[in-house]
């Protein structure tokens, strides 16, 4: 099995290949692209010829890998949820009822796949000569790991956060000031994802010469769609080892939760050219897709331009972007990375809803069978595997990302299930 030696960032795809992409212009089709203040555009480029000096250094892919590998503990491991797998066959018709693993990212450093690609951004910055960080989050675990990393390479770090996700979030927020963060609370609009975006955004128009922003998914202005995903690749690349040695074979299906969507890609792009193997995304569907209260941009979005990218977006008529809402603070952002809707127009990636309720459900069932509290963003992906595994013969495989572990939201889930803690 290849450990995090194994790099995605110099595999050449062929011809007419999904994993095309994007092109000189930072497009996914019709989608990506930059779309920044005049002030921003030469630390973008900036940003993207470090990025592709990156590939073909020794040097910076090899302290990565050391710190996936040491630092990080990468391979995650891969688990066979077979209690979780029996009681789905239990009202499955006889002879159905899909064998279910997880790739338990939530293993790593800090707790979910953030610090894959943080690391990654942290090492450039320094080769960049910047001597400040800024980072958006939501959830809390990418400004977790932004911190991490930071005290790791003695940089200071500056962690924007919407005021709703540092009351939901209280843990995150504790460990992101203890790892010597500024968390910096953010009061405009619905105060979550979004509006901490908005804010890292302007601080970096404001701060060019010193500040390297570190994006947490696979949206924004070229490069960071593709970088990002390039660096959460790992995850799939090790995934594919894995199910050969425990299988002998891909899995039938791939589930991952969107949000922005960079475990999803991280899982997804090396299977994209395998063509026997399907792939599920699984977006929020908050008190339900017609209830106007979701974060389901691609079931129910539209193309525009938010945060750098053109890519699909919640809209009102008038083109304006319109609140998200998702029990999980990972997935409460209204629109999704340039890619997986490019992805989505193909039809290469099926992508669903899931409701708070359907997740919550999820959360504790998972707890109770395997004995893995997962966040609420994988509890999506798992609410989704829960519909489908008992639907497919029992030879089938389906794969989940659990990409990140459940501490930071048990606040969340007790006031929901009433309980006191």
């Not at 011809?15 to 996914?28: E, M, T």
């Not at 400004?143 to 979030?169: F, H």
């Not at 792939?279 to 569907?285: D, F, K, R, S, T």
């Not at 079931?299 to 938010?306: D, E, F, K, N, Q």
């Amino acid at each position: 099995m290849p450990n995090s030696r194994t790099s995605p960032v110099n595999q050449q795809p062929p011809p007419n290949s999904f994993r095309q992409g994007p092109d000189a212009r930072g497009r996914f089709g019709n989608f990506g692209g930059r779309f920044v203040a005049e002030t921003l555009m030469p630390l973008i480029l900036e940003v993207e010829a470090a990025y592709e000096a990156s590939k073909t250094d020794q040097a910076f892919q090899d302290e990565w890998r050391r710190l996936l590998t040491h630092y990080v503990g990468r391979p995650s491991p891969l688990w066979f949820a077979e209690r979780l797998t029996t009681h789905l066959r239990k009202d499955a018709a006889p002879g159905m009822g899909a064998k279910v693993y997880f790739k338990r990212d939530e293993l790593n450093h800090t707790g979910a796949h953030k610090i894959n690609a943080v690391l990654g951004q942290i090492l450039l910055a320094k080769k960049m000569g910047k001597t400040r960080i800024i980072a958006e989050t939501g959830a809390g675990q990418h400004g977790v790991a932004t911190a991490t990393a930071c005290a790791l390479m003695d940089l200071p770090c500056v962690v924007y956060m919407g005021a709703t996700d540092v009351e939901r979030q209280q843990p995150n927020v504790f460990r992101m000031k203890l790892l010597g963060a500024e968390v910096v609370p953010v009061t405009s609009g619905a105060a979550t994802l979004k509006d901490a975006m908005n804010e890292g955004l302007r601080d970096w128009v404001a701060n060019v010469r010193d500040t390297y922003y570190c994006i947490g998914t696979v949206a924004g202005p070229h490069p960071y769609p593709a970088m990002v995903r390039d660096f959460q690749s790992v995850i799939g690349i090790e995934a594919k080892a894995q199910m050969q040695e425990a299988e002998g074979r891909l899995p039938d299906v791939l589930v991952a939760a969107v949000g922005g969507g960079s475990n999803a890609m991280g899982l997804f792009y090396p299977f994209l050219d395998d063509a026997d193997v399907a792939m599920v995304g699984v977006e929020a569907a908050g008190r339900g897709l017609d209830s106007g209260e979701h974060a389901a941009a691609l079931s129910r979005g539209r193309p525009g331009v938010l945060h750098g990218n053109r890519t699909y977006l919640l809209q009102d008529g008038d083109g304006q972007i319109t609140e998200a809402h998702s029990i999980s603070a990972g997935l409460d952002y209204p629109g999704v990375g340039p890619e997986h809707s490019w992805l989505h127009e193909l039809g290469r990636v099926t992508y669903s809803g899931v409701t708070d309720d359907e997740a919550l459900a999820a959360f504790q069932l998972c707890s109770k069978l395997e004995g893995i509290i997962p966040a609420l963003e994988p509890a999506h992906a798992l609410a989704e595997v829960m519909k489908m595994a008992p639907k497919m013969p029992a030879e089938k495989i389906i794969l989940m990302n659990l990409c990140g572990r459940g501490d930071k939201d048990i606040f969340t889930v007790a006031k929901h299930l009433g309980e006191n803690i």
